[in-house]
């Protein structure tokens, strides 16, 4: 199975902050991840798919990178309403595998 | 607008069962994968469950295998999770999301429910 490691677990930054978030696979994944959102007591919102592609509807501050077994998140400019846990998922081969998230606060 | 609403949560005792639904709306049914996904009181993410858009292939994760069951109804355009000989540690809100295709093979999930609460305790 594909284990998905996200650093850090969790961050504070400030209201207009570039913030990235690593997402490491234990094995080769091409480019079968995706990034989420969840806001507390909320289900998860899909962002991003295929590592770096914007779902429809989902601001261009947010953006991803990577291939085979290391990924990046960054949000450009930190706004109040994306403080939130990000996490990501493989997608490449079953059991789907989720990292452990990062909770992004506000400093 | 894609709608997906989960039911059939509550509260069972260890070792005991329970069915969830997801009543599908606004996309044709049959043409999607599904996905179970669920998320323990305070705790990330876990894949537990998929199945085709036909339902003729199912996945499951280590932790379920044995003891869920995943369907579908495309008549009624409802997902379901049976879930059998429950654990404490199956406790979590139970998500129904909708991949991007039939097939279960590197689907993205672009839909997910609001989720269901199950809470297994004596």
């Known amino acids: 199975d594909i284990q998905m490691t996200q650093s850090p677990s969790s961050l504070s930054a400030s209201v207009g902050d570039r913030v990235t978030i690593t997402c490491r696979a234990s094995?080769?994944?091409?480019?079968?991840l995706a990034w989420f959102q969840q806001k507390p007591g909320k289900a998860p919102k899909s962002l991003i798919y295929?590592?770096?592609n914007l779902q429809s509807g989902v601001p261009s501050k947010f953006s991803g990178s990577g291939s085979g077994r290391d990924f990046t998140l960054t949000i450009s400019s930190l706004q109040p309403e994306d403080f939130a846990t990000y996490y990501c998922?493989?997608?490449?081969?079953?059991?789907?595998?989720f990292g452990g998230g990062t909770k992004v606060e506000i400093k | 607008e894609v709608q997906l609403l989960e039911s059939g949560g509550g509260l069972v005792q260890p070792g005991g069962s329970l069915r969830l639904s997801c009543a599908a709306s606004?996309?044709?049914?049959?043409?999607?994968?599904m996905n179970w996904v669920r998320q323990a009181p305070g705790k990330g993410l876990e894949w537990v469950s998929g199945?085709?858009?036909?339902?003729?292939?199912?996945y499951y994760a280590d932790s379920v295998k044995g003891r869920f069951a995943i369907s579908r109804d495309n008549s009624k355009n409802t997902l379901y999770l049976q879930m059998n000989s429950l654990r404490a540690e199956d406790t979590a809100v139970y998500y129904c999301?909708?991949?991007?295709?039939?097939?279960?093979?590197?689907?993205?999930?672009?839909?997910w429910g609001q989720g269901a609460l199950v809470t297994v305790t004596s």
């Open positions: 606004e996309f044709t049914f049959s043409s999607y994968a």
């Open positions: 998922q493989q997608y490449d081969s079953y059991p789907w595998s």
């Open positions: 094995q080769g994944i091409s480019n079968y």
């Open positions: 999301a909708r991949s991007d295709r039939a097939s279960m093979v590197r689907g993205v999930t672009g839909y």
């Open positions: 199945i085709s858009g036909s339902g003729g292939s199912t």
């Open positions: 295929a590592a770096s």
